[in-house]
């Protein structure tokens, strides 16, 4: 079946630990997101990709890394520097940039992270 | 003024009842909007496309209000499985860009 796929479903990091998010397609998509949402909140954007190697900041990209060496993969590494990590990580995808216009992101079905 | 923003609620309504809820944005030259239905602790699923002309799916119906910034969905019947919380999104002008509002949470009682 065709989907987005992010584990660990839940992960823990410890004090001045990096940490890497895993999210991987097979929708031949070329755009990807990462989303963090905190309880009773809504979705704010890390860092999204339109394109393999390239790769953009959104809202709240301090304290987070990025790579799109390939068009299916799309991990999200956590870094020391994010003092505040505890959060619902979301992974989504779309054809196109912003989903071509008209095209809806899917999402994965997300990695709890929280502090040790 | 956020960019896209939602009452949160929640929504409580008995079964059966229609309920609507409004999504403002504050960019005016937005092309596209969605909704999408999120259950606690799950990833958000798209529910629906907003279209200009505004679409119904089954018992969801979807309006845009070009003139006044907002869209709406708006729930007939309700079944106790459409408790969940409802995001909208809006896709920028230059289509590079989506934002999610905050999200309403509905909760449908027996």
């Known amino acids: 079946d065709g989907g987005i796929t992010q584990s660990p479903k839940y992960l823990f990091r410890k004090e001045g630990q990096n940490v890497t998010l895993s999210c991987e397609q097979n929708?031949?998509?070329?755009?990807m997101y990462w989303y963090r949402q905190d309880p009773g909140q809504g979705l704010r954007l890390i860092y999204y990709s339109q394109i393999v190697n390239d790769f953009q900041k959104g809202d709240i990209a301090e304290g987070y890394s990025v790579s799109r060496e390939k068009k299916e993969s799309f991990p999200l590494t956590v870094t020391s520097a994010q003092k505040n990590p505890t959060a619902f990580y979301l992974c989504?995808?779309?054809?196109?940039?912003?989903?071509?216009?008209?095209?809806?992101?899917?999402f994965g079905d997300g990695t709890r992270l929280s502090i040790l | 003024r956020k960019e896209v923003e939602q009452d949160p609620g929640p929504f409580n309504v008995p079964e059966g009842a229609t309920v609507a809820f409004n999504c403002t944005y504050s960019?005016?030259?937005?092309?596209?909007f969605f909704w999408y239905r999120q259950d606690c602790r799950k990833e958000p699923k798209l529910l629906m496309s907003v279209y200009s002309s505004g679409n119904e799916d089954g018992r969801f119906t979807a309006q845009l209000n070009r003139a006044s910034q907002y869209i709406s969905l708006l729930i007939r019947d309700s079944k106790l499985s459409d408790s969940a919380t409802y995001l909208c999104?809006?896709?920028?002008?230059?289509?590079?860009?989506?934002?999610f509002g905050g999200g309403t949470r509905l909760m449908v009682k027996p």
């Open positions: 960019n005016s030259a937005s092309q596209s």
């Open positions: 999104v809006v896709i920028n002008n230059a289509g590079n860009m989506l934002t």
């Open positions: 989504a995808s779309s054809i196109g940039r912003a989903g071509g216009g008209n095209q809806p992101q899917h």
């Open positions: 929708l031949n998509h070329d755009a």
